[in-house]
Every structure is written in structure tokens, then in C-alpha cells.
């Protein structure tokens, strides 16, 4: 397990923890996955509503995946002042090794008014990223 990564925008927190998933990971044919864990805090006075997400997944040769798509895991969560909401989801990538950025696509219900929560950047890393590929 990776240490956590948090990043605050307009009093919503989000914290990432990712695993590397040796399990459903195949390092001989160039496959490996991760699971990662967020937790999105309200700590403003709004009630937020997460509405849509974008990633940028980048592998450790520098490849970017835009990922974009509504809610999270099915669901778009909405969050009175104080209410946490966590999933767990995963990606795949063909390199040992690589790092997630993106941003959430809030609105504030009562006004109508949207903004980007930033995901924090974090790492993909495996005990396999010193291995050399043929």
C-alpha cells in the first residue's frame, strides 16, 4: 500500500491510498494492476454533488489515458457540509509502474453553479518497476 495523497479545493477533500494488485496482475505478459481507494470529504458549508470525473492515467513510459465519465463507480454522490462518500475502483497498465491525476466535476445544487475538485496526483508503483521487460 502507498502512503496517501489529499488535495483540498473549495473545502472538498480528496484522498487517494492505491494497492498494487499482485493477484490479478500478469508481469510476464506485461500486465499490471492496481486498485485505489478515495475518500471525498465535504468540509465546506455547501451542500456539492459529484456529477461527472476526467483521469489522466500515464504509464511509465509516458502514454496518457484520458478516462471521462459520469459520476463514480455508478454513482453520483451528493454531499451535505460534513458527509464523506469512499469508493474503491482500478486500473490497469502495461508498464510496472506509472501515476493518476485528475478532477471531479461538482455543481453546487442549490445555485446550479459547477467546479473542478482536483484529484491529488499519485503514484502506480509495483515491486516490479526495477524488472526488465523483453
Same mark, same amino acid.
Given at each position: 500500500?502507498? /502512503?496517501?495523497?489529499?488535495?483540498?479545493?473549495?473545502?472538498?477533500?480528496?484522498?487517494?491510498?492505491?494497492? &498494487? =494488485?499482485?493477484?490479478? +496482475?500478469?508481469?510476464?505478459?506485461?500486465?499490471?494492476?492496481?486498485? &485505489?481507494?478515495?475518500?471525498?470529504?465535504?468540509?465546506?458549508?455547501?451542500?456539492?454533488?459529484? =456529477?461527472?470525473?476526467?483521469?489522466?492515467?500515464?504509464?511509465?513510459?509516458?502514454?496518457?489515458?484520458?478516462?471521462?465519465?459520469?459520476?463514480?463507480?455508478?454513482?453520483?454522490?451528493? =454531499?451535505?457540509?460534513?458527509?464523506?462518500?469512499? &469508493?474503491?475502483?482500478?486500473?490497469?497498465?502495461?508498464?510496472?509502474?506509472?501515476?493518476?491525476?485528475?478532477?471531479?466535476?461538482?455543481?453546487?445544487?442549490?445555485?446550479?453553479?459547477?467546479?473542478?475538485?482536483?484529484?491529488?496526483?499519485?503514484? =502506480?508503483? +509495483?515491486?516490479?518497476? /526495477?524488472?526488465?521487460?523483453?
Amino acid at each position: 500500500m502507498s /502512503n496517501g495523497y489529499s488535495k483540498t479545493t473549495r473545502g472538498v477533500r480528496v484522498s487517494v491510498k492505491s494497492f &498494487y =494488485l499482485e493477484d490479478q +496482475s500478469q508481469p510476464d505478459e506485461g500486465r499490471f494492476v492496481w486498485a &485505489y481507494r478515495v475518500t471525498i470529504e465535504n468540509q465546506g458549508n455547501q451542500t456539492v454533488q459529484l =456529477l461527472r470525473r476526467t483521469w489522466r492515467i500515464t504509464n511509465g513510459q509516458g502514454r496518457v489515458q484520458h478516462v471521462h465519465g459520469e459520476g463514480v463507480v455508478g454513482e453520483q454522490p451528493t =454531499l451535505e457540509p460534513g458527509e464523506s462518500f469512499e &469508493y474503491t475502483s482500478g486500473t490497469p497498465l502495461d508498464t510496472p509502474t506509472g501515476f493518476m491525476v485528475g478532477d471531479y466535476h461538482m455543481v453546487l445544487p442549490a445555485s446550479g453553479e459547477t467546479f473542478d475538485v482536483g484529484i491529488p496526483t499519485f503514484s =502506480l508503483d +509495483s515491486p516490479h518497476q /526495477n524488472a526488465r521487460l523483453h
